[in-house]
């Protein structure tokens, strides 16, 4: 019913990407009792991929009705709260069809979990949305609707996909153009060599993120505190983020808030899918420790951005940060290993397997060859382990069991 050919035929006029990732994975759970959300970063193309989706079901399914609502547009501005949402739903509900309800940006419908809910008890019909904040999804979806519900995290490009975008060859030029501005869609209409509407664009962004989805959802007053904390993380991107180094940066500010605080206002920014959160784990002790914690951005461009003219001192930080959003793309959940004496930068763990990744910039000497090699070889299991670098000195050959990959390999392989 939901052939690979419909799927990628419905590529708009503006020619943006047709990403079957993501639509697979939807149809995978269509019709299954379940609530479907989109969840992610504002303007990663969720709103795209369910316009795909919207046309798949009107075209695969004879007697369907498709109920869409897109709540970024004029003619739905009505529709404030659960009520409106009823009201509406029902006016346009036919008995005798398959229903499928599509919502654009449902957290902006206050109370918008009680309809669904009414609407999944009965199975009435299917149902999927998308949303960019993530404690109103998860919590009021998790809450109202408990298991039945799937989330669905969509990422800006990857590096397969900016290339296709952006009609791009596989090379050092095109890399460090992911690099630099990151995966947000919409570039590819503004184009790359366009760097100062690129800046703007990608500020323009992070603005109405700040403004919609923290300011106004997470009712924070201090704005200028939380942007000199997205600062700091984005100057801190891959290190360890504990409550002695935010008292530190805090008294340099001198801002009088507490550790606890600050580590609130980064919650915030996780909500709205700034930044995430990557726990540690003692690998030898198998178990997640509670502190200390690492924070990498969604985003390239806007990690970028925040960091300003210092992004291209620190490439380490902005490999490290996009090879944790390739394996997150893959499906990975990501902890930062921990051994008696040193660290793994991954430890990815999907369907029962585990990896290990460590990033390096250059294996430019023996000394540097001990640390990241030295240290996987410290890990007493027969899991695969990987060492991924901007060079490839040692190509994609092995040391000592352990595969070494160069960034742009690392990022066109979909399976380690």
Known sequence: MFGIANKNAYICQMEIISRPNYIDHVLRFIDKGMIIALTGQRRVGKSYILRQLYQILKDSIPDSNVIYINKEKKQFADIKTDEDLSAYVDSNYLKEAKNYLLIDEVQDIDGFENTLRSLNSDEECQIIVTGSNAKMMSSELSTYLGGRYIDIHVQSLSYREFLEFHKLEDN?????????FGGLPHLFRL???????????????????????VVQRENLRNITLFENLMAFISDNTGQLVSATSLSKYLKSQKVELTPLSAINYLR????????????????????????????????????NLLVGSNRTRDIEKVMENTVY????????????????????DFVAEKNGKTVYFQVAYLIADDKTIEREFGNLLKI???????????????GAGNYDG????????FLKTESF
Do not use: C
């Not at 198998?286 to 990498?296: G, Q, V």
């Open 172 to 180: 050092s030029e095109s890399l460090d153009k992911y690099l630099s």
């Open 191 to 213: 184009g790359l060599e366009n760097t100062d509407m690129v800046w703007e664009y990608i500020q323009n962004i992070y603005n109405t993120i700040v403004l919609k989805d």
């Open 268 to 303: 915030a920014a996780s909500n709205a899918y700034i930044i995430n959160k990557v726990p540690r784990y003692d690998i030898h002790g198998k178990k997640l420790l509670e502190t200390n914690d690492k924070y990498y951005f969604e985003d390239l461009g806007l990690r």
């Open 325 to 344: 959003l390739h394996l997150k793309s893959l499906g990975y959940k990501l902890t930062v290993g921990l051994l008696p004496n040193g660290k793994i």
């Open 380 to 394: 007493q299991d027969n899991y695969p382990k990987y060492v991924v670098s901007m060079d490839s000195i040692h």
């Open 402 to 409: 352990i595969t070494h990959l160069s960034l742009r390999t």
